[in-house]
């Protein structure tokens, strides 16, 4: 009899301890250190109305984030008071929505936890903290100093993997900023809920403040700047390209005085010219303001003299583009020089407009330049291909 006692208590035992097991299984463990990181944020209104966090898991196990808080610096508290659980290399959006929009993404328009925005506020100085437990999770500072439009459109991402040991966006983070029409999405800028490509594969030629990054050895500026004025003869949205990629290098005041000169005598022209491709005037009137800022500002005294007026006329520009306004205004009027070919379609087009004689890609005089360049047929061929691939897509969306 007593044996018979042990075993059902031990049985007992062991089921209430199965069961316990599955019970905590099936609630997720709580998060260590590094196991929930922030992946982007959105920290002021959008135009949709939408402020958010988006979290993404690194381990391999269920998370339960039930109870855990998030502080800003203000102070205010932000307590996930139902279960949340977030499973292995998935992300959880916090999504703030002050408006109902039929714009946002599903993922902003139910997230994994919503809340009232006067709750708990993304300023544009701030310090985020996730906390389990009394335990910190992960934590992230940010500070958006863009005085400009881009404020009310700008998010900040960092790869999901690998995580970078850092807790300071400037470091870890790229700064993206979402055209109008053109912010959710897999091939856009801002991806809530979704792997973040913009850093890696979008933008891998991009620097901020970094000119020494992106210096391109052996330029000849001088041979350059006859590859720009035959391209101006072109007239086309392309055109400014040439200026456009040497923005970020040192240059003399002969040739800046030059460039200001190519500036008024071609950037009326711009707004009538020719489009390639997917790129029209507003593209090209676009680079070709942030191609003049760039020089100015990377400049010492004497070559902002000779850059002055165009400098100026540069800046009143974006106002007029139908497209790209508030990128524009970000990236020609912004506080930080955003510098480099930025993509590879871009990287690829400078190389055969830039004179570097013995630096592989670049052109290595003008003639080769002259030699190379795509013929009118040949231009016109390929705006007819993507005009008829464009109208086809159309047609079968």
């Not at 594969?201 to 006859?226: C, H, K």
């Amino acid at each position: 009899m007593r044996n018979t006692l042990i075993k059902f208590g031990l049985m007992t035992f062991s089921i209430l301890g199965l069961t316990a097991c599955q019970k905590a299984d099936s609630l997720g463990s709580l998060p260590h250190a590094g196991d929930i990181v922030f992946t982007e944020i959105m920290p002021l209104d959008t135009a949709d109305g939408s402020n958010w966090m988006e979290f993404y898991n690194t381990s391999d196990t269920s998370i339960q984030l039930q109870q855990c808080i998030l502080s800003n610096k203000t102070g205010q508290i932000l307590t996930i008071s139902e279960s949340l659980m977030v499973e292995p290399e998935h992300f959880a959006v916090f999504s703030s929505s002050a408006v109902e929009s039929t714009a946002l993404p599903p993922s902003l328009s139910q997230p994994n936890f919503d809340f009232p925005v006067d709750d708990f506020q993304l300023n544009s100085n701030e310090t985020l903290k996730l906390l389990c437990d009394n335990r910190l999770i992960d934590q992230i500072t940010y500070d958006v100093n863009s005085p400009e439009y881009m404020n009310i459109t700008t998010s900040w991402q960092r790869h999901y993997r690998p995580i970078e040991a850092s807790d300071s966006i400037s470091n870890a983070w790229c700064y993206t900023n979402p055209l109008e029409n053109y912010e959710y999405g897999s091939a856009k800028f801002a991806t809530p809920g979704r792997a973040n490509s913009f850093c890696s594969s979008i933008a891998p030629f991009i620097a901020y403040d970094n000119q020494a990054a992106v210096m391109i050895e052996g330029i000849n500026l001088e041979a350059t700047l006859r590859v720009a004025e035959a391209e101006m003869a072109r007239k086309s949205a392309t055109s400014e390209l040439v200026i456009w990629g040497i923005r970020d290098q040192v240059i003399t005041p002969e040739i800046a005085r030059k460039v200001s000169e190519l500036y008024f005598s071609n950037i009326d022209m711009l707004y009538e010219s020719t489009p390639f491709t997917a790129i029209d005037w507003n593209h090209a009137v676009w680079h070709f303001a942030w191609a003049i800022s760039n020089l100015y500002r990377n400049g010492d005294a004497v070559i902002k003299n000779e850059l002055q007026l165009a400098y100026e006329d540069a800046q009143k520009r974006p106002e007029t583009l139908d497209l790209f306004k508030y990128i524009a205004i970000n990236y020609v009027r912004g506080e930080r020089i955003v510098m480099g070919d930025i993509h590879t379609p871009a990287h690829e087009a400078v190389q055969k407009l830039i004179v570097a004689p013995g630096n592989a890609g670049y052109l290595n005089s003008y003639e080769e330049y002259y030699e190379k360049r795509r013929g009118p047929i040949t231009t016109k061929a390929i705006n007819a291909v993507y005009i008829a691939g464009k109208s086809l897509s159309d047609l079968f969306q």
